[in-house]
């Protein structure tokens, strides 16, 4: 038997290929298939399962495509219904593998249909459990997704949610591993641990939502606090896994399409489309095209794509590094982004020698900061709550990037302001953003918060 956790960092999200005796499983896959066709072609191996734990809201699963190049059996929990066929399992259902077996567990609270996978080895030891949005490394699943669809409130989900918790995980073996669908960084949750795999028993201790002396109504309490609203683009990922979905070699023939400067400015014009600019930060402050949004390929692209472009049939232009498109149309496509109409052939360069206009972003370093206090210059933290509830520049606004649309009044129209995040790769976003609503005044701290602090700048 071997269990191999495929974990994304872009995303914080975890899928997992099992084979046992020549016979292999995938849970909770990425849209792009290759990985585990080519596991199971190296395993000499016949996918037979497609287990998803709960129908996903932060990406679009591979599990329709797999399924369509495999011939495996596409599995949901308990209370899933789909527009395509998928086998429903009933709770405590034991599906073969090789020489192991999966026990579904129904476990709902997080979504309705929100099941764990039991894994017993070939000896019939309680091994593994994998969790989905159910339980994570130090949190559980938020229970605000799913409201509107189920018709119950946050409340009654996260009370269903303790009762899954108690009756069906906690009893389990300590030693039995948990593989969770996500880690720190996800919207999903709200404080999860960086690591990626636990025993139960350590979750146990580490994880407030698993304490013994814990009453549901403390369970309600906690896990319904502070939850910030989801990212628009959720909603929309969750009815594209339950519907279906356009094939990903499709997309990517169709989008990874090279177009002129003067084409590529024409059909921006024509179409309305949203120019994002996947490089480097640094290049991007160098030079850009006037009223592009920068979400850098290299830092949390797909969520902060989700997050901030509100519509995912919204037609993209791409201008991405060189030898880099391809992979922007498909990282896009992970949450549901399909409509990129093509990217910018030779990149910046042919849009500079075409004569198009160019824009640039100034930034300083800072150390620059200290003058900026002195003079009570505006200062905007453009970092999560819990970021700046830990400690902040003094004076400085708090205008997460998540939510910067909200906050547009409170920057000035024309005189300058600062703007930093922990290390300058959402403050960039955030000033491009501002561009393009015309705000211009926006100036990058280089290095964000980390060099504020190794600048010795004072912080409350």
Not at 19 to 25: C, F, L, T
């Amino acid at each position: 038997m071997q269990i191999e956790q495929l974990y994304t960092g872009c995303l914080s999200q975890g899928a997992y290929y099992i084979e046992s005796n020549g016979e292999a499983v995938v849970i909770d896959p990425l849209r792009e298939t290759a990985p585990y066709l080519q596991r199971a072609k190296r395993d000499k191996a016949t996918i037979t399962y497609i287990f998803e734990t709960h129908f996903h809201a932060d990406f679009v699963s591979g599990h329709l495509t797999l399924s369509k190049q495999t011939g495996a059996t596409i599995v949901f929990g308990p209370n899933a219904s789909t527009s395509f066929d998928a086998h429903i399992a009933k709770d405590n259902e034991v599906f073969t593998v090789g020489d192991i077996t999966i026990t579904v567990l129904h476990t709902p609270g997080h979504t309705m249909e929100s099941t764990t996978y039991l894994l017993r080895d070939g000896s019939g030891k309680e091994h593994a459990i994998f969790t989905g949005d159910t339980l994570f490394l130090g949190d559980v699943g938020r229970p605000d997704l799913a409201q509107k669809s189920a018709d119950i409130t946050q409340e009654q989900l996260a009370g269903t949610l303790f009762d899954s918790l108690r009756n069906k995980i906690m009893p389990l073996p300590n030693d039995v591993i948990v593989y969770p669908a996500h880690g720190a960084g996800s919207a999903c949750g709200k404080n999860m641990m960086t690591q990626t795999v636990d025993t139960l028993g350590n979750q146990k201790q580490m994880n407030y939502a698993l304490r013994q002396d814990m009453t549901k109504e403390e369970f309600i309490k906690e896990v319904t606090d502070g939850l910030v609203a989801p990212p628009a683009y959720f909603p929309l990922n969750a009815k594209m896994n339950k519907q279906g979905y356009e094939h990903l070699d499709s997309i990517i023939e169709r989008a990874c399409l090279p177009i002129s400067a003067q084409d590529f400015e024409d059909l921006a014009n024509k179409t309305g489309a949203i120019i994002l600019d996947v490089r480097n930060q640094l290049d991007f402050m160098q030079g850009h095209i006037p009223n592009s949004i920068f979400i850098g390929i290299d830092g949390g692209f797909a969520p902060w794509v989700g997050a901030l472009i509100k519509d995912v049939k919204h037609p993209i232009l791409l201008v991405a590094p060189e030898n880099r498109e391809a992979e922007g149309i498909m990282r896009l496509s992970r949450v549901g982004f399909d409509n990129t109409l093509g990217f910018l052939e030779g990149g910046i360069a042919s849009w500079q020698s075409a004569g198009k206009e160019i824009d640039s972003m100034q930034t300083v370093s800072a150390k620059t900061l200290e003058d900026v206090l002195e003079k009570g210059m505006p200062i905007f933290d453009v970092r999560k709550q819990g970021e700046f509830s830990a400690a902040h520049v003094p004076k400085a606004s708090h205008t997460p990037l998540s939510f910067i649309n909200d906050y547009l009044a409170l920057f000035p129209d024309a005189s300058p302001f600062y703007l930093y995040c922990a290390g300058g790769y959402r403050s960039v976003i955030a000033a491009s953003i501002l561009k393009s609503r015309g705000i211009h005044g926006g100036i990058n701290v280089t290095g964000g918060f980390a060099s504020i602090k190794e600048a010795a700048i004072t912080v409350v």
